[in-house]
């Protein structure tokens, strides 16, 4: 008023207010002022712990665990279509053994061993918007260390299958691509 600040009489919490200030002007004493200042700090870093735990903490742990539940139910689909193809080229005579399918699972933090390092196999990643890639290699660790290197895709948990060679695993991945979509991925 008339140029000068008129006090409310009331702290409110706001950083672009003039209430400290106000405060001082009219004799607050100044340690009273600096408790207030030190109360607002804390309540405002409480607030936005609230917001960051009550918003990102439990869409990401429903994320978790939906990424979770899509990899185990697409392991158990790829093993499947896998082993029915495996089985069939060896009754064909397409491979000299009847190869066992088994689906390993990387998580987010992990890496696969060194023993894939050379040897064909397929692999699936889940991306974080949820959907599937997947891909073959005969490199599965610079594989996935070249996704995970892509914006966005340093977390992505995988499974892969070693299958017995390149062709195979060509044929495998193009059988993956057609038909984990026809059974809802």
């Excluded at 692999?123 to 997947?134: E, I, N």
Aim: glycine share 6%; net charge neutral; with cysteine.
């Amino acid at each position: 008023v008339n140029g000068r600040t008129k006090p409310t009489w009331k702290l409110i919490g706001c950083r672009e207010s003039l209430a400290f200030e106000t405060a001082q002007n009219e004799g607050i004493p100044e340690a009273i002022i600096r408790r207030a200042e030190l109360y607002l700090t804390i309540k405002d870093a409480q607030t936005d712990l609230e917001k960051i735990d009550s918003s990102t903490s439990s869409s990401h742990v429903m994320l978790s665990a939906e990424r979770q539940r899509l990899l185990q139910n697409a392991g158990r689909a790829v093993t499947i279509i896998c082993q029915r193809k495996l089985n069939e080229l060896y009754v064909q005579k397409c491979i000299a053994a009847l190869a066992e399918i088994s689906c390993v699972t990387v998580d987010s933090k992990e890496q696969p061993p060194p023993s894939t390092i050379g040897t064909s196999s397929v692999y699936v990643l889940v991306r974080p918007d949820l959907k599937l890639y997947v891909g073959q290699t005969d490199d599965l660790i610079g594989r996935v260390r070249t996704h995970r290197s892509s914006e966005g895709m340093q977390d992505v948990p995988f499974l892969y299958v070693v299958v017995p060679g390149r062709s195979v695993a060509c044929l495998l991945e193009t059988l993956l691509i057609n038909q984990l979509p026809l059974q809802g991925f």
